[in-house]
Every structure is written in C-alpha cells, then in structure tokens.
C-alpha cells in the first residue's frame, strides 16, 4: 500500500519480495499489486482478491504514522478476526510495528509485514508463510 508507488513515483520492492516468499513457502500466487493508500483503497483491493479466489492476500505498507497509512482500518472492514500471535513473531524477529494479520472470509488470512524490503526481510518473511502451509 503506497500512494507513491501507485502513482509511479516509486518501485514497489516489498511485493514482488513477499510474492517470492510465498513462492519459497510452496505458495502458488499471482504477482504483487500496488494499491494507494486509504481505507477504502484498501478495502476494495482485499474485497477483489478474495472475491478471485485467494485464500491468502498480503499486505506491506500502510502501517505507519502518516495521515494515509490506513491499512489496518481497511482490512478491518474485510477481516472477521486478527491473528496477534503472527503480529508478535514478526516484532521478535525484526522489531519493526506492523498492523499485524487478520482473517477474512473463511479461512483466509492477510499477514502485514512493513512495507520497507528490510523490514519484510527481517520478518523471515518465508518463515512466517510457511506458518500456513499450502493444503
């Protein structure tokens, strides 16, 4: 989630890097996709995916202090419960505040390592994937 990488004023590198550690995780996934901050962005953006069929949506970015980093708020208009204890592995790892993971329909999660490479590096990004192994 990034209103500059949506606009084209800067490369998206944390979706294309989470997109290969679901990969590594055994994950089959369709490419990253930039969406621009804001709750109702952000909502739409998980509406459609897991209207595609995803069971797994991820997002980076948003989490901060910023007046439009609203990823949180969005996904809790999709989610029906969060997943603190993933929020918490990701923290011990990298120290990094994230929004942490919810679950939306089903049982579909959305984990929200941060936006920054190394933070989402830091997070053992394909560790914390491979929490939920494909089925």
Sequence with gaps: MSDRSARGERVDASGPL???ALRAAGY???GATVV???IE???VALRQALASGSRVVVTTGGTGLARRDLTPEGTARVAERT???IAMVGLSVSGVS???PSVGQGDRVT?????R???ARQQSLSTLFGTFAPR
Excluded at 111 to 115: S, W
């Design 98 to 100: 994230t929004s942490g």
């Design 41 to 43: 962005s952000v909502e």
């Design 36 to 38: 621009a901050d804001g």
């Design 117 to 119: 490479p190394q933070g």
């Design 83 to 85: 997943l603190p204890g």
């Design 18 to 20: 989470a997109v290969a």
């Design 111 to 115: 984990p929200a390592p941060p936006t």
């Design 28 to 30: 089959t996934c369709h």
